[in-house]
């Protein structure tokens, strides 16, 4: 594991983290990495985009309000991705603020790109 870590460190830009996982940029292969409940998974622009509708369609509410005795896994499948995730509420949960914080950081670096390039100009 230790070996994994290392590369990530030198190849690839951390984005936003929290205490369940961490985003890393690789400009090299123009793609973002998750670890995350595990696992380290490759996702193209596009793809981060779906992993994220995907965990804002669970219905986190209504899934703690049912008394049914139905386990509360959720399997988190985004459609032209070999990943999938199975997690649990606090999982899900986790997931979704690690991913609102990264879209967030992305916004941000794209407002200071803007206004640094008409500073330049």
């Not at 890393?24 to 985009?49: S, T």
């Not at 209504?62 to 649990?88: R, T």
């Not at 967030?104 to 206004?115: F, G, K, T, W, Y």
Request: proline residues 1%; charged residues 25%.
């Amino acid at each position: 594991m230790t070996g994994v870590k290392t590369a990530i460190a030198t190849n690839f830009t951390e984005v936003f983290n929290t205490k369940a996982g961490t985003v890393y940029q690789n400009d090299r292969e123009c793609c973002w990495y998750i670890d995350f409940a595990g696992k380290l998974v490759r996702f193209d622009y596009r793809g981060l985009l779906k992993l994220k509708k995907s965990i804002y369609r669970v219905d986190i509410e209504a899934a703690l309000l049912d008394s049914s005795k139905a386990p509360e896994i959720e399997m988190v499948f985004i459609c032209a991705c070999n990943h999938c995730y199975f997690l649990n509420l606090l999982q899900i949960i986790s997931l979704k603020d690690l991913l609102e914080g990264t879209f967030a950081m992305l916004e941000l670096n794209q407002i200071l790109h803007d206004r640094l390039s008409r500073v330049v100009c």
